[in-house]
């Protein structure tokens, strides 16, 4: 289970790269050509922003792994450990439900811009809004993923480090 968890980072990360890339090179191409041409891609600003927006939701469980997002843990700090055991697991299960909801809601989202397209590239906004749902879905694995530790011991296992040693959420009791 730890290698298929080690290759579905790994590919997160990799599809992180690749648009990382993808929006570089385009907007790299947009500056070069306005510099030396005089002219510059009609279509370059609208790809990067796109790209952009499969970056943010796709990275987002990443984010989650890394303990990057932003967590207030008075309430856990004051309570005893089973209390915050029983916190965590709550939020967790509230967290899951979101993320269910929000793939849903994607999926509709996107469904429904499926034959608008956009101004420059002329792509249906489906392939767009897209990133909404797939990247809630990732977030979901993710969080099932770093469940168990973050619910026993407030703690999780990065991503970067090679060591099986969970480290402490920063901001948390144990951090």
Do not use: C
């Amino acid at each position: 289970m730890k290698k298929l968890e080690h290759y579905f980072v790994a590919l997160n990360g990799g599809l992180l790269m690749v648009l990382m890339a993808a929006m570089t090179s385009v907007v790299g191409a947009n500056i070069a050509l306005r510099y030396f041409t005089g002219h510059s891609l009609p279509w370059a600003d609208e790809a990067a922003r796109y790209l952009m927006i499969w970056m943010t939701f796709s990275g987002a469980g990443l984010v989650l792994r890394a303990g990057g997002h932003v967590a207030i843990t008075n309430l856990q700090d004051a309570l005893p450990s089973l209390g915050q055991r029983l916190l965590r697991g709550a939020i967790v299960l509230g967290l899951l439900l979101f993320f269910g909801f929000m793939v849903h809601v994607g999926l509709q989202y996107a469904q429904r811009m499926q034959y608008q397209v956009t101004p420059a590239l002329r792509l249906p906004f489906l392939y767009i809004y897209a990133a909404m749902p797939v990247g809630f879905l990732l977030l979901m694995v993710h969080l099932l993923l770093v469940a168990h530790p973050f619910i026993t011991a407030g703690r999780f296992k990065p991503t970067g480090k090679p060591s099986d040693a969970p480290t402490a959420l920063p901001g948390g009791a144990n951090g």
